[in-house]
T-cell receptor, first 110, second 112 residues
Framework: DADVTQTPRNRITKTGKRIMLECSQTKGHDRMYWYRQDPGLGLRLIYYSFDVKDINKGEISDGYSVSRQAQAKFSLSLESAIPNQTALYFC?????????FGPGTRLTVL | GQNIDQPTEMTATEGAIVQINCTYQTSGFNGLFWYQQHAGEAPTFLSYNVLDGLEEKGRFSSFLSRSKGYSYLLLKELQMKDSASYLCAVGSDGGATNKLIFGTGTLLAVQP
């Protein structure tokens, strides 16, 4: 079984809809992250969390919100999706120096 | 500001050696990471350098010069499966925050 899982893997939605992307991990790590990846722009940090009570904005948090429901779960929400949020979204966890990435969610906003 | 530069694309031949360079300018430094990412898949960790010098792991080696803000990833005995994007990332915060700033990646094509 994968250590970091993301659901859904693919999603197509319309402008203005609320979307939630979920991430679960079995690695027992306290630190979790959400990134988006766009062609030519690389991975950019949206939000990160060091434990259940600690949530921090990354470099591109506008238009997104997160919830850390438990140590193992970290959800990303788009309250009102817009087309330029079309991207590949990755969740990651870390303990020590290395980050471990989930398989990604490909989101398309029409 | 925060800036990480690496070439956009490289091509190499199966069995050869290729060096992928990365230069960085960040407000802090907490280590330099290399990740491999196959198309449509998650990045996977390759190497980590926090001190100057060369770290070797099988066919892959990574070098760091902190004074020059420079790193490279060396891939030896290239195989077709090495065709992927290689991401350079810098841990920019002090302590153990693990915030990473990524470069845009170098797409390596290995040809027969």
């Amino acid at each position: 079984d994968a250590d970091v899982t993301q659901t859904p893997r693919n999603r197509i939605t319309k402008t203005g809809k609320r979307i939630m992307l979920e991430c679960s991990q079995t690695k027992g790590h306290d630190r979790m992250y959400w990134y988006r990846q766009d062609p030519g722009l690389g991975l950019r940090l949206i939000y990160y969390s060091f434990d259940v009570k600690d949530i921090n904005k990354g470099e591109i948090s506008d238009g997104y919100s997160v919830s850390r429901q438990a140590q193992a779960k970290f959800s990303l929400s788009l309250e009102s999706a817009i087309p330029n949020q079309t991207a590949l979204y990755f969740c990651a966890t870390s303990e020590g120096d290395t980050q471990y990435f989930g398989p990604g969610t490909r989101l398309t906003v029409l | 500001g925060q800036n990480i530069d690496q070439p956009t694309e490289m091509t190499a031949t199966e069995g050869a050696i290729v060096q992928i360079n990365c230069t960085y300018q960040t407000s802090g430094f907490n280590g330099l990471f290399w990740y491999q990412q196959h198309a449509g898949e998650a990045p996977t960790f390759l190497s980590y350098n926090v001190l100057d010098g060369l770290e070797e792991k099988g066919r892959f080696s990574s070098f760091l010069s902190r004074s020059k803000g420079y790193s490279y990833l060396l891939l030896k005995e290239l195989q077709m499966k090495d065709s992927a994007s290689y991401l350079c990332a810098v841990g920019s915060d002090g302590g153990a925050t693990n915030k990473l700033i990524f470069g845009t990646g170098t797409l390596l094509a290995v040809q027969p």
